[in-house]
């Protein structure tokens, strides 16, 4: 029973990311992301803060440390990525209002991203659960599951922020 219950704890941990590593490299991300001229150079920054933390912190080149190095990245991303949403949303509510008046068929692409964003958030859990079933029972796991959430937000983030910027 011991076993099992140190294992749950230890599979269950990375899950969330630590303020204190996001506090520290969060600012490296930041900066990457903000000075970003566009999309290659935004892709350049993923991995960036959980590479420095993995270099820098004590627990760095354990598979925790690794795991909960890469969570706290995916917790920068994902602020990223609500931040993106909302811009992204606010641009697609004013070129809705634009067309509703001669294209009110056309007026509908506020309603196609959230339609896109609610599917891409299912696709996205379910395509890193893959990833980190994957491995099997190895710690590994825990690599591959934390480094598919990351991945797949930055990347996410990103193409928000491209299509707005598409559009205006």
């Known amino acids: 029973m011991?076993?099992?219950?140190f294992v749950i704890s230890i599979l269950a941990t990375p899950l969330w990311a630590d303020e204190g590593m996001v506090e520290r490299y969060g600012p490296l991300l930041t900066q990457c992301y903000a000075q970003a001229a566009d999309a290659a150079a935004m892709k350049e920054c993923i991995g960036l803060m959980s590479g420095n933390c993995m270099a820098r912190e004590e627990q760095g080149k354990t598979t925790y440390g690794m795991?909960?190095?890469?969570?706290?990245e995916t917790e920068v991303w994902?602020?990223?990525l609500n931040d993106e949403y909302r811009q992204t949303m606010a641009n697609m509510k004013a070129l809705d209002k634009d067309d509703e008046e001669l294209f009110p068929e056309f007026a509908n692409r506020a309603d196609a991203l959230k339609k896109a964003q609610r599917a891409w958030l299912v696709y996205r859990d379910a395509a890193c659960d893959l990833e980190y079933a994957m491995p099997g029972a190895g710690s590994l796991r825990q690599l591959t599951g934390t480094g598919c959430v990351m991945q797949m937000t930055a990347e996410r983030t990103i193409e928000l922020k491209q299509m707005r910027e598409i559009e205006q």
């Not at 011991?2 to 219950?5: E, I, L, N, Y």
């Not at 795991?67 to 706290?72: D, E, K, P, Q, V």
């Open 2 to 5: 011991k076993v099992t219950v």
């Open 67 to 72: 795991a909960t190095c890469t969570a706290s």
């Open 78 to 80: 994902d602020r990223f």
